[in-house]
């Protein structure tokens, strides 16, 4: 599969997308979430909130490697053909915002719902700084993309 239409399929799968599966962990014991995220025009990166109180940010003050799957599964039969699934993996930072408003924009953009969240003080937008992708099409077909910084 050429390279240009694999990002073509990613960069379409996270602009129809808004919800992606968040996999931390603790002392070895994976714990997954859902979180509303976007993605930088490059694919370098994927940006999410979450409270600063909440299991996931503590897991990712302890270990910042993290997956993010993103799917466009409908749960029907036809998904074994037709679905698209990735998985993001990669090292998580904490955004400073003053730094870098064009990120919170890019967010914000796709999820204008969640300004008041992300506003608050109890909350972190955060960067997955992607180091690979895994592409699975067609319920077998996987596609494995390393990015580079």
């Known amino acids: 599969m050429?390279?240009?239409t694999v990002k073509s399929d990613l960069a379409g799968l996270f602009e129809t997308q808004?919800?992606?599966v968040l996999a931390t962990q603790a002392e070895g014991q994976p714990y997954t979430s859902l979180v509303a995220f976007s993605s930088s025009d490059d694919l370098k990166s994927l940006l999410f909130v979450t409270?600063?109180?909440t299991r996931k940010y503590?897991?990712?003050k302890k270990d910042p490697r993290v997956a993010?799957?993103?799917d466009n599964r409908?749960?029907?039969a036809v998904d074994f053909r037709q679905s698209i699934a990735v998985t993001a993996t990669g090292t998580v930072?904490?955004?400073q915002r003053q730094e870098v408003r064009d990120l919170v924009q890019a967010y914000l953009a796709k999820n204008p719902h969640l300004e008041d969240f992300l506003d608050s003080p109890s909350?972190?937008?955060l960067r997955i700084h992607v180091g690979r992708y895994y592409l699975v099409q067609r319920f077998q077909n996987v596609v494995e993309i390393h990015v580079k910084s």
Do not use: D, P, Y
């Open 68 to 70: 993010l799957l993103v």
């Open 93 to 95: 930072e904490e955004v």
């Open 58 to 60: 503590g897991n990712i």
């Open 51 to 53: 409270g600063r109180a």
């Open 2 to 4: 050429e390279l240009e």
């Open 74 to 76: 409908s749960n029907e």
């Open 123 to 125: 909350c972190a937008l």
């Open 18 to 20: 808004r919800l992606g």
